[in-house]
């Protein structure tokens, strides 16, 4: 899938809940800065990374990977949001930061810089860093946007169904 592709089915979902809810035109912005700090933090939770005081292993790979794919959305949807789809991204890297609880303290940073700013150019290195964190945690790019994909359809369906 080309990330026009993936923004593309962003695009798909957003319009079906701002419909759904009466939204459409509003902005939803600092909304969606708020829920994607959200997961970012049900995302540490999951891997335990932080708990130094706990000796229960993180949740198991694929539960993950379901908490990270729910923070792609709301990057992409805020790219949506400020016009980058149509730019080019290069999001494949060989970098891995090793020290996880530094990973995510960077990407609240991050998602706080491109709050401030708005800037084409910290949108791309919130979303570049947040798939090294990815890398980090074990899932290729592939893995990511199949993770994405279902999650998306949920997204759907639990629309369809009053969510
Ligand atoms: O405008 C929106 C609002 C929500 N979601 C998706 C992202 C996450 O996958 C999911 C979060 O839902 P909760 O499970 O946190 O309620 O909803 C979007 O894609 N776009």
């Known amino acids: 899938m080309t990330i026009q592709e993936w923004f593309a089915m962003q695009y798909e979902l957003d319009q079906y809940i701002e419909k759904e809810h009466g939204l459409q035109g509003e902005d939803l912005f600092e909304?969606?800065?708020?829920?994607?700090?959200v997961e970012v933090g049900e995302?540490?939770?999951e891997t335990r990374?932080?708990?130094?005081?706990?000796?229960k292993p993180p949740s198991a790979h694929e539960d993950i990977l379901e908490e990270f794919v729910d923070?792609?959305?709301f990057i992409l949807s805020l790219g949506l949001d400020l016009g980058f789809s149509d730019r080019e991204y290069?999001?494949?890297?060989?970098e891995a930061n090793e020290d996880l609880d530094r990973s995510f303290l960077?990407?609240?940073r991050l998602v706080n810089d491109f709050r401030q700013s708005k800037d084409a150019g910290d949108f791309e290195e919130l979303f570049r860093q947040y798939i090294i964190?990815?890398?980090t945690l074990g899932f290729t790019l592939d893995e990511v946007q199949e993770a994405y994909k279902k999650k998306n359809e949920v997204n759907f369906k639990r629309q369809q169904n009053g969510y």
Do not use: D, E, P, T
């Open 133 to 135: 964190l990815g890398q």
């Open 71 to 73: 923070g792609v959305h």
């Open 106 to 108: 960077k990407i609240y």
């Open 90 to 94: 290069s999001l494949v890297s060989q």
């Open 49 to 55: 990374c932080f708990k130094f005081w706990s000796k």
């Open 43 to 45: 995302l540490a939770n």
């Open 31 to 37: 909304k969606k800065i708020l829920a994607l700090l």
